[in-house]
């Protein structure tokens, strides 16, 4: 379960640069990049009960006074919400039937802002002795003039969080190298710290060494032990195997991610496409491949030209929203097009991916999606006739079509094959669509619906005739991709990208 301090409702309305990625779940939460990882990590499919924020708790308590719940009593602000938290954090176990949670607390220790899901951990603590242990990430700099790992911030940090009423049981300390056993010694005789409960988690090369690292501290048996139950049996060896495959691929495949959201000031963030990127590197490996990803942005393409995008194995195009840098997008679809490299479109890229055709191969110059040209004589793309009022009246928060669709596919098409079955379901998160009005002419053209929503009414994927992998998509498949099992849709672009090399 992540516990973010925003007071906003949900993670849909942030900004994916300064937040990263919002994760959509089966049932439509839209929800932090933190659900994804542990969606991955678990292979497990979570819900809406697993997040949690301010805002939700907030909004919880209002309407619950305005409906007259609290039966006269005053509401109190260092009161109520924690009762509330642990209200959603019970909720949360009986939902998922679950024997043991992890409750993280988004943020740093001794924000004012997260205070409240500290306090509502503390009397947990409180009220459950036994059951409740408390784990607290810090992080030991290594100054690049000094060359030594200082432990002091990490003292300073756990001190902090005793002042908040907490006691950590244990201490993940985080670092570019292991820690050594003398700043353990010091961050536990500082602190009052089992020396046994420090866990050293150093930088890998590959996030899921991560648990490999923590197992090989014996770090389950420990909080087993410490929560009075027996050790369970644990078998990483598949895990291994994943692992060292992705780690030991002896061959590279470069991979050009263009999208919008990638610069800020003078730094890239990659993580507006998180998923992306893992979904990626899960089918990269099981093809014994090893992705070298470059993230352009598309207002590059538009200041040098497409051109730049040579001697690239493969491109995709991510989601996205809004109409800047996407005339970039759209040249670098229809280089993919025309220079046969395997093109993947997620959600946006399957929009502009029918825009581009739409102009250069039906031959209707003026055709765009109407997010961004609300008047353009060919609406290729346009908003559906459920979201007209929401888009209207700016009621744009958790409204658009969300989580888990049913769809149906084309016999016969590569997305079929790639499926090995004609139906199945996928996570969305969007609120435009194609215009079914376009649906013959770009068949008769050459591009194929190759899936559909059950009903048939709304376009789920669109696929290129005669090319080694053209493929755009209305929902986002690598929100259901595992390190276990990639998703069948990222495993065939590897496999045509392979080929294609």
Request: hydrophobic share 40%; charged share 25%.
């Amino acid at each position: 379960m992540k516990a973010d301090p925003y007071l906003n409702i949900d993670a849909g309305t942030l900004n994916p640069i300064e937040h990263g990625e919002v994760f959509v779940l089966d049932d439509g939460m839209e929800c932090d990049q933190d659900l994804g990882n542990y969606e991955r990590f678990l292979d497990q499919s979570l819900n809406e009960t697993n997040y949690l924020t301010t805002g939700q708790v907030m909004k919880a308590i209002i309407d619950k006074e305005r409906a007259l719940g609290y039966e006269g009593k005053t509401v109190e602000f260092f009161q109520d919400p924690p009762r509330e938290i642990i209200s959603r954090i019970q909720k949360c176990v009986k939902t998922n039937h679950a024997e043991i949670i992890v409750f993280e607390v988004g943020g740093t220790v001794g924000e004012y802002q997260n205070l409240l899901f500290l306090e509502a951990n503390r009397l947990l603590k409180l009220r459950y002795p036994r059951d409740v242990l408390h784990v607290h990430v810090t992080y030991l700099p290594i100054p690049s003039s000094i060359g030594e790992m200082k432990s002091k911030p990490a003292q300073m940090s756990i001190q902090q969080l005793f002042a908040s009423g907490i006691h950590a049981d244990f201490v993940l300390a985080r670092s570019q190298v292991a820690i050594d056993e003398k700043r353990k010694e010091k961050i536990a005789i500082a602190c009052g710290l089992d020396p046994a409960g420090i866990i050293s988690a150093p930088d890998v090369e590959n996030i899921y060494q991560v648990p490999l690292n923590f197992e090989n501290q014996d770090l389950s048996d420990k909080i087993l032990q410490k929560m009075h139950i027996k050790p369970r049996k644990k078998d990483l060896s598949d895990w291994k195997i994943m692992v060292n495959r992705a780690l030991v691929a002896p061959k590279t495949a470069k991979i050009a991610m263009v999208g919008k959201y990638f610069s800020t000031g003078d730094f890239t963030l990659s993580d507006a496409y998180l998923s992306v990127i893992e979904s990626v590197k899960h089918a990269a490996a099981k093809n014994d491949i090893k992705a070298k990803m470059t993230w352009i942005d598309s207002t590059q393409i538009e200041k040098e030209g497409p051109d730049i995008l040579a001697g690239y194995d493969g491109i995709v195009v991510p989601g996205g929203f809004g109409g800047r840098a996407v005339e970039g997008i759209i040249q670098s679809i229809k280089y993919a097009r025309q220079n046969k490299i395997p093109y993947f479109g997620l959600c946006f890229g399957m929009q502009l991916a029918a825009v581009e055709f739409a102009r250069n191969v039906a031959g209707f110059k003026d055709a765009h999606t109407t997010e961004i040209n609300p008047k353009t004589k060919h609406p290729i793309i346009h908003v559906m006739e459920s979201q007209k009022e929401k888009v209207e009246k700016k009621d744009l928060g958790g409204t658009m079509r969300l989580g888990s669709w049913d769809f149906k596919a084309t016999a016969g098409t590569k997305f079929a094959k790639t499926y090995g079955k004609l139906e199945g379901s996928e996570r969305h998160r969007h609120r435009y669509e194609f215009n079914n009005q376009y649906r013959k002419v770009f068949e008769k053209k050459g591009m194929i619906i190759a899936a559909t929503t059950k009903d048939g009414k709304l376009v789920e994927s669109l696929e290129l005739k005669d090319h080694p992998f053209f493929i755009g998509v209305q929902f986002h498949p690598e929100l259901k991709s595992r390190p276990m099992h990639p998703h069948p849709l990222y495993l065939a672009f590897m496999e045509a990208v392979a080929k294609a090399q």
